[in-house]
């Protein structure tokens, strides 16, 4: 049964589609079964696999014109259900449904015995389209810059993520924030991390891990590639394969928190 993940930040240009793709990238180099799912209109996944204006795409499914198994991509390392440019009329065209929030859960459930992991690249906004997210997920992961305004995002999250739970995912629970393009050696960033460690709620939620600025994973989506495929002994492959091996212990299968 596959683990649900949600990738999510309200702040765009925050490394959300470069934590899905590669961090799907690195559990999939450790034989685990791999599916990714474009919710961002921006379609940087999908485009970051060559994947530009699918026949059957995201926006299909959550209509129910297409099924989730026909509008799978199997690539050599994972698969992909792509996004499209127009995925906000989709959006719209199911926001009156009765039980709009639950409809990624419900059409997940066909595929769910056939992957070990399901990543979620959330749109950089709390829309239906993340609330879907959510509400399907068993955790979500938030990718942070250590940058000015970044707690006000993380704090919207929180509270968002918050209510998700209470009404309508009680299982859902945060695997931990995941700082990303870091350096560490900023007084700014080593700002933030005193943060995130001084504040109740958030002090154990910090992974070990982190993604360190690296040219290499801006460039690598240009050849429709990931990290492991572009540059495979640079910072960021090296990173992933680090964040990867720290969540697998944490919040591996069968490790789910009660």
């Not at 906004?125 to 609330?131: D, F, N, Q, R, V």
């Not at 695997?175 to 870091?182: M, N, P, Q, R, T």
């Not at 943060?195 to 801006?218: C, G, H, T, V, W």
């Not at 572009?230 to 990867?244: L, Q």
């Amino acid at each position: 049964m596959a683990t649900i993940i949600s990738i999510i930040n309200y702040k765009g240009g925050t490394g959300k589609t470069t934590t899905a793709l590669n961090f799907g990238a690195a559990l999939a180099k450790k034989r685990k079964k791999v599916l990714l799912l474009d919710f961002d209109s921006q379609c940087n996944l999908s485009l970051s696999k060559g994947l530009k204006s699918p026949e059957k795409h995201i926006g299909l499914v959550l209509s129910k014109k297409a099924t989730i198994e026909e509008s799978i991509f199997k690539l050599d390392t994972f698969s992909i259900v792509p996004s499209v440019e127009n995925l906000l009329d989709y959006e719209f065209a199911i926001s009156n449904e009765p039980g709009r929030e639950f409809i990624a859960r419900e059409f997940l459930q066909p595929v769910k015995d056939k992957f070990d992991y399901i990543l979620i690249d959330c749109p950089p906004s709390l829309g239906l389209l993340s609330i879907n997210s959510l509400v399907a997920a068993d955790y979500f992961i938030v990718p942070m810059q250590t940058e000015n305004f970044a707690f006000i995002g993380l704090d919207n999250i929180m509270t968002a993520t918050q209510k998700v739970k209470d009404r309508m995912n009680p299982d859902l629970q945060i695997a931990g924030i995941l700082l990303v393009k870091f350096q560490y050696r900023t007084k700014f960033s080593q700002a933030v991390i005193s943060n995130i460690l001084s504040n109740e709620a958030l002090k154990d939620k910090l992974f070990d891990a982190y993604i360190r600025q690296d040219i290499s994973l801006m460039e690598s989506p240009a050849f429709g590639q990931t990290i492991f495929e572009y540059a495979p002994k640079s910072r960021g492959a090296k990173d992933f394969s680090a964040f990867a091996n720290e969540f697998l212990k944490k919040h591996g299968q069968g490790k789910k928190e009660a």
